[in-house]
């Protein structure tokens, strides 16, 4: 039987997607439109409406739930995440549902505090722990930054193997739809680790132009976000990961994309590429300005 008649038969109700718009969610819910499985996305746009600050509109959400995915907006760090994930979780016992995929993080003891939750429940329950998404760097936080050819962080000499945010879906969408992913903890990983700095140089290799890293000070770097006028959750969470995550306790390659789906990971030199080659990585006007008169 392949994996495709095993969703079939096993999904007959709805996969639930928290955060289907997000980085990984849009991706997971993709997945799963496409294998023909009713998918209901949940946000707080959507209706039903999913907000993880408003639990009186939870339970709408996950009516007729067979499966559902679980991310935490916008980490599981932030104080209060583990009371929250313990609620949604026992509403999802209540409501029946007999499969839940939390997104996870690495070397956060909080995010680890909100996995215990989960494999506590009463539930087949899988863990997809990830190191920092390729994608930040495309879609997300720091774009605008490879756009203009600078990225200025606060990030040490330590090396980081991050993840393409596609491996992330794939295996998400294998513990949701198929057999044998129960009870298991994905840690999933690229295939190897680099400093910010080489990361930097593989983005420049392939967009084609230079493309720098800067470590900046730690305390200017939280000043300017908080100018920026980010939200303050946003901005605490920036200053937790490169103070915390990002102090050599994640820097090692682990083995869960392979254990979860049978192949390797992604290299980051294959996603900057693909990345490239979509356009988005193209010079800002400063920048390119910058670049004539150097040239």
């Known amino acids: 039987m392949n994996a495709a008649s095993i969703t079939q038969q096993d999904h007959q109700g709805v996969v639930l997607v928290l955060g289907g718009t ?13 294998r023909g499985i009713e998918t209901r996305i949940a946000s707080r746009s ?3 409406a999913f907000d993880w600050n408003a639990p009186s509109g939870w339970e709408a959400a996950f ?8 991310t935490y907006s916008p980490d599981l760090a932030i104080p209060g995440a583990t009371e929250a994930i313990r609620r949604v979780v026992d509403l999802a016992v209540t409501k029946g549902v007999r499969r839940l ?4 993080g ?13 494999q506590a429940a009463e539930v087949e329950w899988t863990v997809v722990r990830a190191s920092w998404f390729m994608q930040n760097f495309s879609e997300g936080e720091f774009l605008g930054m490879v756009q203009a050819g600078a990225i200025t962080l606060p990030a040490a000499n330590i090396p980081e193997p991050f993840i393409d945010v596609d491996d992330i ?29 080489e990361l930097a140089r593989e983005l420049s290799r392939a967009a084609g132009r230079d493309v720098s890293f800067t470590q900046v000070p730690a305390a200017g770097f939280a000043r300017a976000i908080t100018e920026s006028g980010a ?11 490169f103070e915390t995550v990002l102090d050599g306790r994640n820097a090692y390659v682990a083995d869960g994309v392979q254990r979860a789906l049978g ?13 490239a080659a979509s356009g988005i990585w193209q010079a800002t006007h400063e920048e390119a300005t910058h670049q004539e008169t150097a040239v």
């Open 22 to 34: 997000g980085k990984t969610g849009r991706r997971v819910a993709e997945r799963l439109q496409a």
């Open 46 to 48: 959507t209706t039903p």
């Open 63 to 70: 009516e007729g739930v067979t499966a559902a995915y679980l």
């Open 101 to 104: 995929v939390l997104l996870s």
């Open 106 to 118: 690495r070397g956060e003891e909080e995010a680890q505090a909100c996995e215990r939750v989960l």
């Open 169 to 197: 879906a794939d295996v998400a969408v294998a513990a949701l739809t198929e057999e044998g992913h129960a009870y298991e903890t994905y840690e999933v990983t690229g295939p190897r680790c680099l400093t910010f700095a």
């Open 231 to 241: 939200p303050a959750d946003i901005a605490w969470l920036l200053n937790y990961l």
């Open 263 to 275: 192949r390797e990971p992604a290299d980051v030199a294959d996603f900057a590429r693909r990345i």
